[in-house]
C-alpha cells in the first residue's frame, strides 16, 4: 500500500481534548506503531453529541458541520471514543437529513471507526512489555451497542500477555455517565456509578480501563470522592503504555 | 420559572427511592432474575433478530390498516357476539364500563390483569359508585391490598418481598394463619379469591391482542385467574387500547412467542385465553354476555404521528422495564406514571404532554439496553431522544402536545453559546487555550457534577498542541 492510502483521520474528542490528551496522544501512537500516517485536524471540535442528546438538533448540527469542514479528504476518521463514533456513524445522517450537507454528513459517517475496531481491522499486532496486571474493562454502552466494537476490544487486549482482563458482574449494565444525564438526574447517575464501581471493585483489578473518556471521567470523580484508590486510563493509553 | 414542576417531583420520587437500601437490594435480585429467564429463553442474538423481525413487520403491518383492521374487528366482534364499545378518552371508556355494570345490576367485580384499566383509573371510578372490585392476579391484588399502583406493567408487585406481602396479608386476612414463605401465600391469595370469583356480578380484563379476522380476543396468564374473571361471572367486560389488533390468526403464534419469552421468560404461559363469544345456548358455562371496550386516549393522534407511530407497535412485554439501568435502580413508583421504563418514558410524554410527562425522558442514559430487548424492535433509545428534541426544539408541525413547552431560557441559552464556540475552530482554540492555562483555577465545585463525583481538571496541555507539536500533520 502506498503511503497515501495509509493517511487516515484522527477525530480526538472534546472530552479528550481538554480533559485526556494522553489518551488522544496514544491513539496517535497506536496508528502509526500499526502503519498509518495520522492526521489530526486543527479545526475539530467535538462531534455535537451533547446537545444532541438534550435535545438542541441545532445547536448539534451546527458543531457537527464546523467538523465536515475539517475532515475533507476520503480518508477513514479515526475516534478514540465509541460514543463519539456512534454518534457520527449512527446518528449524523439522520441529523442531517434534507439539509445541503447530508451526502457529504453520510459519506464521513460511512468512514468513521472506532479506535479498537479500526486497529483490529488493520490487525495490529501487540508486543506485551509490560509487568503483569489485572485490569476490568468497562464495555461503555455505545461501544456494546453503537459501534458494536466491545469484541476488537477485547481482542487486543487477549494479545498482551501480562494483562489479565476481568469482567465486572452486570458488565452490560449502563455506568449512568449519559452525558447531561449525569447533571440533569445526578442522584440516579451517582447510584448507578456506585453499582457500577462495587461491581468493579469486586473484581480485584488494579486499574480500570475503557474505550470512551465520558465513562471514566464520571466513574473516575465517583471513585475518587468514595475514597476508592482505582485507578483508571483509557484503552489506548494503556495499549500505549504496554508496548511502548 | 427555571424547573418545572414535574422534573423537581421526579428527582425528589428518585431521591426518596434511593434511600431505600435493603428494598432496593431484594429489588435488585429479582430483576437480576428476570433478566436471566429472558436471556435463558431467548439465548440467540442472531435467532432473537429474526424473529423479532417477523413480528415487529406484523405489528407495523396492522398499524398501518388500523382503521381497516379495526372495522374488520368490530363486525366479527358483533357477529360473535360481542358488543363493541368505542371510547375516546378515560371518562368515556369509565362511563362505558359504569353504565354496563349499571345496567347488569353488578356490585361486585372480579378483575383480571390490565394495564388500560390503570391507565384509564377505573378502580377509584367503580369504587365512588359503589362497586366493589377485586384484583385477582396475585401481583395486582398485592398492590390493590397495598393502597399502591403496580410498580410493573407484568409484575405489578415485583417491589414488594415476601416479608412485605406477608405483613399485608396478615393485615387483611386475619382469620387466616400466618405465613412468609412464597407457596403459602400464594394459596392463601388463591383461597381467599375463589370465593371473590364465585360471588363476582361481573368480570373486568384487559387483552394482549385482538384478531380481526375472527374477532378473537386473546388473553394470556399464568395464574388462571383471567380465565376465572373472564368465565366465571355472568358479565364480562375486556377493555384495551385500539393499537392491539392484528389482523389474522396465524399472526399470532410469533407475537405471543416473543411477547412471553421477553416478559417472563416462558415458551408459553400456562394459560393462553381465547375469547371469541358469550355462552351459547347448548353451552353450560361461559358469561352470558361479553363487551369490549376500545380505548383511544392519545393513540390515535400518535399513530397519525409519522415520528412516533412505532411506539404503538409495543406489546407491553416489559422487556425493556426489565433491563433498564434507571428502572432496576428506582423502581417503577419512581416514575410517577402509569407505565414506567423505557416504554413509559416513551408513551406517558405522547399520551399526556411533554408539560407532564417530559420530564420522563431525563430518566434515560439512552443506553440502549431497551431498544436492544424489545420484541417488536421499537427503536426506544432514539425515540426517547426524539422526544426530548420535540420538548425543546420540536418540528413546526408537531402534533404532539405542549412541543417545545420544556424549552428554558437558561439552558437554551447554554446550548446557543456552546455552539458558538465549538462550530467555530478559532474560538474553540481560545477556549482552550484559556482553560488549559488556567487549570489550577478551575472550580472544585461544578454544581450537580461535584455533588457526587470530584471535579476534573482541565490538561496541562490540550490534544490539538501535543498533536501539532508531536508534529502530526494538520491535514
Ligand atoms: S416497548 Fe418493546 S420491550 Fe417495552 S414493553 Fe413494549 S414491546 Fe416490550
Known amino acids: 500500500m502506498t503511503k497515501e492510502t495509509r493517511e487516515v483521520y484522527v477525530f480526538g474528542t472534546c472530552l479528550i481534548d481538554l480533559l485526556r490528551p494522553e489518551a488522544g496522544m496514544a491513539a496517535l501512537r497506536l496508528l502509526e506503531r500499526a502503519g498509518f500516517h495520522p492526521i489530526f485536524p486543527q479545526a475539530q471540535s467535538c462531534c455535537g453529541q451533547p446537545a444532541f442528546n438534550s435535545g438542541y438538533r441545532r445547536e448539534a448540527r451546527a458543531v457537527a458541520r464546523a467538523q465536515l469542514t475539517a475532515f475533507t479528504r476520503e480518508l ?5 471514543s465509541a460514543s463519539c463514533a456512534g454518534m457520527i456513524r449512527n446518528h449524523w445522517p439522520a441529523l442531517f437529513a434534507g439539509e445541503p450537507e447530508e451526502t457529504q454528513a453520510r459519506a464521513l459517517a460511512a468512514r468513521t471507526f472506532e479506535l479498537c475496531e479500526f486497529l483490529d481491522r488493520a490487525g495490529l499486532v501487540l508486543q506485551d512489555r509490560g509487568e503483569s496486571v489485572r485490569v476490568a474493562l468497562h464495555h461503555s454502552c455505545s461501544a456494546r451497542r453503537e459501534t458494536r466494537t466491545t469484541a476488537s476490544a477485547e481482542r487486543l487486549l487477549t494479545q498482551l500477555s501480562g494483562v489479565e482482563c476481568l469482567a465486572p458482574a452486570h458488565a452490560e449494565e449502563c455506568c449512568g455517565f449519559g452525558g447531561t444525564f449525569a447533571i440533569k438526574q445526578d442522584a440516579l447517575s451517582a447510584a448507578m456509578a456506585d453499582s457500577k464501581c462495587d461491581a468493579l471493585l469486586a473484581t480485584g483489578a488494579e486499574r480500570l480501563i475503557s474505550q470512551d473518556a465520558g465513562c471514566l471521567l464520571h466513574l473516575q470523580g465517583r471513585l475518587a470522592r468514595r475514597g476508592d484508590a482505582l485507578p483508571v486510563q483509557h484503552i489506548a493509553e494503556f495499549l500505549w503504555e504496554r508496548i511502548a | 420559572m427555571n424547573v418545572p414542576g414535574p422534573m423537581t417531583a421526579l428527582r425528589a420520587r428518585v431521591r426518596e427511592a434511593l434511600g431505600k437500601a435493603p428494598v432496593r437490594r431484594n429489588f435488585r435480585a429479582a430483576m437480576d432474575g428476570i433478566r436471566a429467564k429472558r436471556a435463558d429463553a431467548l439465548p440467540d442474538a442472531t435467532d432473537f433478530a429474526q424473529r423479532r423481525a417477523r413480528t415487529a413487520a406484523i405489528r407495523a403491518r396492522a398499524l398501518a390498516r388500523l382503521p381497516e383492521l379495526l372495522e374488520r374487528l368490530e363486525q366479527r366482534l358483533e357477529a360473535n357476539g360481542i358488543r363493541v364499545h368505542w371510547a375516546e378518552d378515560a371518562a368515556q371508556a369509565n362511563a362505558i364500563v359504569l353504565d354496563l355494570l349499571r345496567q347488569a345490576g353488578a356490585r361486585s367485580v372480579i378483575k383480571g390483569k390490565s394495564m388500560v384499566s390503570e391507565e384509564i383509573g377505573l378502580n377509584d371510578v367503580l369504587g365512588e359508585a359503589g362497586i366493589a372490585v377485586v384484583e385477582s392476579d396475585l401481583g395486582e391484588y398485592i398492590v390493590q391490598l397495598a393502597g399502591e399502583p403496580p410498580s410493573h406493567i407484568v409484575a405489578p408487585a415485583i417491589h414488594k418481598n415476601r416479608h412485605e406481602v406477608a405483613t399485608l396479608f396478615q393485615a387483611h386476612h386475619p382469620q387466616r394463619e400466618a405465613t412468609e414463605d412464597i407457596e403459602g401465600l400464594t394459596a392463601e391469595a388463591r383461597q381467599v379469591l375463589r370465593a371473590r370469583f ?4 361481573a368480570g373486568i380484563s384487559g387483552v394482549n391482542f385482538l384478531v380481526a379476522e375472527t374477532g378473537t380476543l386473546v388473553l394470556v396468564e399464568n395464574e388462571g385467574n383471567g380465565r376465572l374473571s373472564t368465565s366465571a361471572p355472568p358479565l364480562h367486560i375486556a377493555i384495551t387500547g385500539i393499537e392491539k389488533v392484528i389482523e389474522r390468526l396465524d399472526e399470532l403464534p410469533p407475537l405471543l412467542d416473543l411477547l412471553t419469552r421477553s416478559a417472563t421468560g416462558q415458551p408459553i404461559t400456562t394459560y393462553v385465553n381465547f375469547i371469541s363469544g358469550p355462552r351459547r345456548a347448548d353451552e353450560l358455562d361461559g358469561p352470558r354476555e361479553v363487551h369490549l371496550v376500545l380505548l383511544d386516549n392519545g393513540r390515535a393522534r400518535i399513530h397519525a404521528d409519522p415520528l412516533f407511530a412505532d411506539t404503538l407497535r409495543c406489546i407491553r412485554c416489559g422487556a425493556c422495564i426489565n433491563h433498564c439501568p434507571v428502572y432496576v435502580q428506582v423502581g417503577g413508583h419512581a416514575y410517577g406514571s402509569v407505565y414506567p421504563g423505557p416504554i413509559g418514558a416513551l408513551l406517558e410524554p405522547q399520551r ?12 434515560c442514559t439512552l443506553c440502549g439496553a431497551c431498544g436492544d430487548v424489545c420484541p417488536v424492535a421499537i427503536p426506544l433509545p432514539g425515540l426517547i431522544n426524539q422526544l426530548r428534541a420535540e420538548g425543546v426544539e ?11 413547552r420544556l424549552r428554558h431560557r437558561g439552558e437554551a441559552l447554554l446550548w446557543r453559546l456552546w455552539a458558538a464556540i465549538y462550530a467555530h475552530p478559532r474560538r474553540y482554540r481560545w477556549l482552550a487555550r484559556l482553560l488549559t492555562a488556567l487549570r489550577r483555577l478551575a472550580p472544585r465545585r461544578l454544581g450537580a457534577w461535584t455533588r457526587w463525583r470530584e471535579a476534573p ?19
Do not use: I
Not at chain 2, 411533554?354 to 420530564?359: K, Q, T
Not at chain 2, 420540536?394 to 417545545?404: E, M, N, Q, V
Not at chain 2, 481538571?457 to 491535514?475: I, N, Q
Open chain 1, 76 to 80: 477513514p476518521v479515526v475516534v478514540p
Open chain 2, 198 to 201: 364465585a360471588q363476582a356480578d
Open chain 2, 352 to 363: 399526556l404532554g411533554l408539560e407532564a410527562g417530559g420530564s420522563l425522558t431525563s430518566a
Open chain 2, 394 to 404: 420540536p418540528r413546526t408541525d408537531s402534533p404532539l402536545p405542549d412541543a417545545g
Open chain 2, 457 to 475: 481538571r482541565p490538561a496541562a496541555r490540550d490534544l490539538h498542541r501535543l498533536a501539532r507539536e508531536a508534529g502530526f500533520s494538520d491535514e
